[in-house]
């Protein structure tokens, strides 16, 4: 099959794996329809962070196209959403709701596992990782939206959780990529009343708004933090999203969050956790990889109903062969999110 | 009046110190009977933290002396608990339960404000602070127990409740000092089945076990987190305490937490909190001093109905001229906590 190659930092290519077929009883095989490239596929692409040569991309919606023995919860032609972690569902981490340490659980695209980004996946625990999606002749943009449940929008959507958003808070979002915008989205969904957003790119500033953030602050660094605090009286807010990961915005997060309150954080630390600082604030830090296996099924439902159009993010879109441009466009900050159109329904 | 001065790393001395009197219509004078040294009075002693010359101590139940004419809540005669922080109870941070941020509030036995290691205390916001003591004729063990409310388990119970310890599950506690001890309680009161104490001291694990610890765990390092993870089939524990603030115990928590749990830390970190490396694992950090006021009620009734007994971390016991006796026994570890007998009832 055809599919996508991490060959090294800043390689792309389109070339060959070997057609997926289900090699354990627990395996489907599913046909790839859409996928994009996450901001962590983007580390490996500027060489970052490590990655093995071979399949990328962990983040798909696809048609079944054969399953194992075992494999009950999906049957070929199923329309099924992928969370970017395979898991049993039944060790203890997962029965904790920590799909991601999963006893016998993986990643997609890890360079031999396949990955997203390409023709078709052997999906390993396929019973309890896939997540079909029920009726028929769904719009492009509700396809779109499901792809985001892969990920992004799971991520976005941890961020709230973690953060402990509820009815009426004010909160902030750290962060205008497309998992900031994710969390806006999540914190609106989570009836947080006030939602200030951190983002100095109009295009990104409009689809905050469309997510439902009341506030814009669009500085950084410490004149960021002073806005923030000038917006909530001097208090801090509620609930602090921390998505992007880097020291300031670490940092960011770490100032105009209130004494008590928790900061929900899942832009992969590449800065210090300033724990020491916020002890005398008792504020908490929790996050990390988002369960995305555990929040689909709700968040499906709200994508059908037509509630929440978390698609939006996707604003540059190719098809396989041109996922090296997909790369690219956000590497180049040309896009928020790059949407990959594989194959038809 | 008579009080222990801080002259300085090493010093601790008896000497004279203003009578306190009503200075604002919002203050009480409150005889001290019972006070006690706490261990962030030892970093003072030790050098390891600035603590200007002048009053120390911020543990203290005593006797209502006078009231200024806005107290309502505590009359003449009442015997009241002091929180170790005064607090107006009104203020933004105070209604999220953050008494330590309170917008006017303060420490007590800070250099200047009186310190409970002295023969009477000016208390600030006096109706908002004390907690009266309903009963009369308590026993020596209720007063000792009842001391323990105004720090050190207010600080143990703060530990449990920020590392969400709930009923039925299996716990650690890093630290065997009194407020270790007092999170083993702690736990044990909010319905920990299974209660892991990290204790290397014969005399420290009796009362981890007097206090509900079913398993101690006697060494340090790698080996005290091999030895927890074994005891939890290699998962960790559902909630871990961190009561020393040592980069040892801080690393400690972080190896046998299980993931998706949340490691309640009070122990003051002199260390790294190494959140990027429980990222992956989706573990929280949440903590810092407690909001001792907001918790004293409730286990207020659990000591003066003798379902805990936290008292019994006071293992040394002198008078207030012994007060330097009292930071020396700590100081050389021959004391859990000393208890400073500094009037009657």
Known sequence: MKAAIFNGPGSIEIGERPDPRVEHPTDAVVRVVMACVCGSDLWYYRGESEHAIGSIGHEFIGVVEDVGADVSSVAVGDLVVAPFIFSDMSCPHCRHGSTI???????????????????????????????????????????????????????????AVSAGVKSGDTVAVVGDGAVGLSAVLAAKRLGAERIIALS??????????????TDIVDSRGEE?????LDLTAGIGVDATMECVGTQQSIDTAAAIARPGSTIGIVGVPHGIVPFDATFFRNIAWRGGPAPARIYIPELLDDVLENRINPGLVLDFETDLDGTPTAYAAMDDRLAIKSLIRVGSL
């Open 101 to 159: 340490s999963c006893a016998v659980g993986g990643s997609f695209g890890n360079g031999t596992i396949d990955g997203g980004q390409g023709e078709a996946v052997r999906v390993p625990l396929a019973s309890s990782t896939l997540v079909k999606v029920s009726g028929s002749g769904h719009s492009d943009a509700t396809l779109k939206s499901l792809l985001t449940l892969s990920d992004v929008m799971s991520t976005g959507h941890h961020a």
């Open 200 to 213: 100095r790119h109009a295009d990104r500033q409009r689809i905050a708004r469309d997510f439902g953030a």
């Open 224 to 228: 960021a933090n002073q806005a923030v």
